[in-house]
């Protein structure tokens, strides 16, 4: 079984700062997706940036960029100028990699992050 | 195209009523999976489903839940018999069939939620 952690229930920053959030997770498996989704207070899940285990490369989105180290099973979201909007939960999630595709995802239990003004 | 619809947005039940939670997936999306977040707690899978077939359902309690997925219409989570602890939001995600035979990855698209209160 996949477990996922989050060891900061709650961060805050400054806006226009850069914050770093962190996750580890535990798989015996070799083939595998992780994600940080953004939970606003609307509760909508949405995905902010996915990672695949088989690319060495990090991955970026915009202000979004991930630090994915395969070996210490580590996989940190960064957020570089952030904004007010970017209050929120943020949930990492773990899924195995498949013939099909579709798998079940395994969350973290979150991080509470605020912008301050 | 619509995204992930499930209704109602807020349901209050009494403890022992039933509970009815509806989920219709994205258009061309014939997977659904149920997710359940306790205050305060990260999303827990409960059950995976295609049409008329569950796949996975080793998150779901043994009692008083169920999930069917029928050929048209939404998929419905079903809670027998409500106790305070049942009292969560409860997600539906969506994603398209995959490709046999290719190692890939299928985005799940996430509904709103129904939050459940029970009193």
């Known amino acids: 079984a996949q477990t996922v952690t989050q060891s900061q229930p709650e961060m805050s920053v400054q806006e226009a700062e850069t914050v770093t959030l962190s996750c580890t997770y535990d798989?015996?498996?070799?083939?595998?997706?992780l994600f940080w989704y953004k939970q606003p207070p609307s509760r909508q899940m949405i995905l902010v940036i996915r990672?695949?285990?088989?690319?060495?490369q990090n991955a970026t989105e915009n202000r979004f960029s991930v630090n994915f180290q395969k070996a210490a099973k580590s996989f940190s979201l960064k957020i570089s100028d952030s904004q007010l909007g970017d209050t929120a939960m943020y949930f990492c999630?773990?899924?195995?990699?498949?013939?099909?595709?579709?798998?079940?995802?395994?969350f973290g239990t979150g991080t509470r992050l605020t912008i301050i003004p | 195209n619509a995204g992930v619809m499930q209704n109602p947005r807020h349901l209050v039940r009494r403890r022992g009523q039933e509970a009815r939670l509806r989920c219709s997936p994205m258009?061309?999306?014939?997977?659904v999976y149920w997710y359940r977040q306790l205050p305060e707690e990260g999303l827990k899978f409960m059950v995976y489903?295609?049409?008329?077939?569950?796949?996975?359902e080793s998150g779901m309690p043994k009692e008083r839940f169920s999930a069917e997925f029928p050929k048209e219409g939404p998929s419905i989570l079903r809670i027998q018999q409500v106790v305070r602890g049942d009292s969560a939001a409860y997600f539906c995600?969506?994603?398209?069939?995959?490709?046999?035979?290719?190692?890939?990855?299928?985005?799940?698209?996430f509904g709103p939620g129904t939050r459940l209160t029970v009193l």
């Open positions: 995600a969506s994603s398209k069939p995959g490709l046999a035979g290719l190692s890939s990855y299928n985005e799940q698209f």
């Open positions: 999630a773990f899924m195995k990699g498949s013939n099909f595709g579709n798998e079940k995802l395994t």
């Open positions: 798989t015996s498996e070799n083939n595998y997706y």
């Open positions: 990672q695949e285990a088989y690319k060495q």
């Open positions: 489903l295609q049409k008329e077939n569950i796949i996975d």
């Open positions: 258009k061309g999306h014939s997977h």
